[in-house]
Each structure stands twice: as C-alpha cells, then as structure tokens.
C-alpha cells in the first residue's frame, strides 16, 4: 500500500490539474488555474512518495516531496479559494490567517533553534501581508487576491531556494513502520515556511468551502451583524467581532434547512460541492498534522481521501463542470447540466 495509495493519489491529482486547466483554457478564470498549480503539486508529492516506496529515496526526491507536498500544495489551493472568492468579504479571514500561521511559527520557533531570527522575520512578512489584505478587503478592492498572490509567490520562491539550498539535518526521515516520509530531516527554516503556508492555505481552502455553503445555502439568520464599510468604525470593529461568532452559529443553525433542501433536490449544486471540498481539506490537514505530531499511520490515506473528496465536489458542482467531458476534447461524458435552485443570498451579504 505505500506505493499503490500514493500512486493512485498522484494520478488523480494529475487527472484533476488537466481538468482544471481544461476549464482554465475555456474560461480564462484566474482561480482556475491556481488550483491546477495546486492539484498539480500535490500530484507532484504523492507521485515522489510512490517513485521512493518503489525504487528508494534520494535527497533530491525526498526535498521535491516536502517542498510540493508540505509546503505548495495547501498554499496554493487556498489562494485559488480566495480568488474565487475575491467579491467577497472572505479577504478578512485570509488576511487573519495569514497572520495565524506566522505567528505559530514564530512561537514554534523555540522547537527549531537553528533557524535564528528566521522566524521573527516570518512573522512580519505574514503581519504585513495579512493587514494589507485585510485593509483591501475594507475598502471593497477586490484585489485583495493578488496581494496575496504576491505573498505566496514570495514564499514560494524563499522555500524553493532554502529547500534545495540548505543542507539536510541528517539522512532522509522515513518512519520505519509505515514507510511514509516525515519532515524530521528538512532544514529548520523550510519547517517553519510550511507552518505558514499550510495553516493560511489550507485553513482558507476549508473555511472558504464552507463560506460558499453559507452563501449558497437557505439561512436561518439568528445572530444579525453588519460588515458594511460605511458605517463608523467603532462599529465596524463591533460587527465584525460578532460576525466570528454569528457566520459559525447561523451556519449551524440553518444545517436542518439545508438537508431538507438538499433530499428535496432544491439546493444549489454549490452546497452540497463546497462541502464535499471542505470535508476534503479536513482530510489533508488531519494527516499532515498527524505525521508533524510522529503519526504517519493515515498519512497516505488522507491524502487519498481528501484528493477524491475535493475531486468529487467539483464534479458535483454544475458551476465549475456544466458539462463532464474528457479534458481538451470534444468527448461529452455527461451533457449539460442545468442549477434546480437559485443562490440563497449574495457574497457580500453574507
């Protein structure tokens, strides 16, 4: 199973990045692509955990492994979610993450002593980048996704270079029980990268999923909150504290509607699809943060699960696949596919 799993995981991934760029050429929508780069590393990771279960692993195999799979993957996914979500005011939440992961890493610092001051400067890079996205997304600028665009490139670039450049803290790390590669031999300041990006990328990918459940969804609106701009800032600041509170009970609350909409067949197609992606992300994030705890036992495997779930909800929903076709062909697995229900509320006014 150390081969077969992976192996498996890496070829639908590579199938989903085709699809994606399919789309992606068709549309031209920038999240679009994004996502390909994301499904594409992960292919990228899962493919290396296969090649080194098979054949044995190389530093540079083993360094292609971590830096895809620990560190783009989950980055990359998320910022396609925020710029699939740039109309929205979900710029708030990415900008906090963005903050979170840097500062876990500069707390984590003490668990990785050789990489100095590295983490102090993380820690800013990711304050600046979080408020800059936070203040575009105040000011309804729906560019908000580039500044984070510009962060991730950046981090990217970094961890390339440290990935490849710093030498290895010992041989390369394979738990002797499952065969699964950990990151116990990656160099400390590359550890500390994929805390950030992770955490900002994975948790956007999760929380932006179930965002567009919320938005999409028939709502039971119990806590009432206001994120408009104009009003003064006093309040602003009050809304938006109740807002961390309100989106979470509103959202459980109106889970009942939900299920009768969706038995009924009168729920769009983005609900049931935004939670099988975010179900997905769950998934990954659970191994990853098994094997950074020295569990790899469902590594793999949530790797798989969230690989299949993640593809599923695209293809359930009808506005990412209107039609299901093979990719760059004319070959139509399944014809046009036509929304039973409309949105339930507007991106901004969730």
């Known amino acids: 199973m150390s081969v077969l ?18 789309q992606w ?11 390909a780069l994301g499904m594409l590393f992960f ?20 360094r292609t492994w971590y830096l895809t799979g620990a560190v783009f993957t989950a980055a990359w996914l998320g910022l396609g979610t925020a710029f699939l979500l740039a109309k929205t005011r979900f710029g708030y939440t990415y900008g906090a993450l963005i903050v979170l992961g840097g500062l876990i890493a500069f707390f984590a610092r003490r668990a990785y002593p050789e990489a100095g001051d590295f983490a102090t400067l993380l820690f800013i890079g990711a304050l ?22 510009i962060g991730v490139i950046a981090a990217s670039a970094v961890a390339t270079y440290v990935a490849f450049a710093m030498p290895l803290s010992g041989p390369v790390a394979i738990d002797s029980h499952t065969g699964v590669p950990t990151g116990a031999a990656i160099a400390a300041p590359e550890r500390l990268i994929s805390l950030v990006m992770n955490i900002s990328g994975g948790l956007a990918l999760v929380l932006g999923a179930l965002f567009s459940a ?8 119990v806590l009432d909150y206001s994120l408009d701009p104009g009003q003064p800032g006093d309040e602003f600041l009050f809304n938006l504290a109740i807002a961390v509170i309100a989106i979470p ?37 659970a191994g990853d943060l098994l094997s950074r705890l020295g569990s790899t036992e469902l590594f793999q495997l949530g790797k798989f699960l969230a690989v299949t779930l993640i593809f599923l909800g695209f293809l359930v ?34």
Not at 5 to 22: G, K, Q, S, Y
Not at 129 to 148: C, K
Not at 214 to 221: C, E, G, I, L, T
């Open 5 to 22: 799993l992976p192996a498996i995981t890496a070829l639908l991934a590579f199938v989903f990045a085709v699809a994606l760029l399919d």
């Open 214 to 221: 919320y938005v999409f969804m028939p709502k039971k609106r």
């Open 317 to 350: 929903s009808i506005e990412a696949f209107r039609e299901i076709r093979i990719p760059f062909t004319r070959v139509v697995l399944r014809g046009a596919r036509r929304e039973r229900a409309e949105a339930a509320g507007s991106g901004r006014g969730a």
């Open 25 to 35: 050429r068709e549309r031209r929508r920038g999240f679009q692509l994004i996502w």
């Open 128 to 149: 600046v980048f979080g408020l800059a996205v936070a203040l575009e997304t105040y000011f309804q600028n729906e560019r908000w996704p580039l500044i984070a665009a």
């Open 249 to 285: 009970v509103n959202f459980v609350l109106s889970l009942p509607g939900t299920l009768r909409a969706l038995v009924s067949g009168r729920i769009h197609s983005r609900v049931p699809a935004t939670m099988l992606i975010a179900i997905g992300g769950l998934a990954a994030g």
């Open 43 to 62: 292919g990228i990771g899962a493919g290396a955990e296969a090649v080194g279960a098979a054949i044995g692993w190389s530093e540079a195999l083993y």
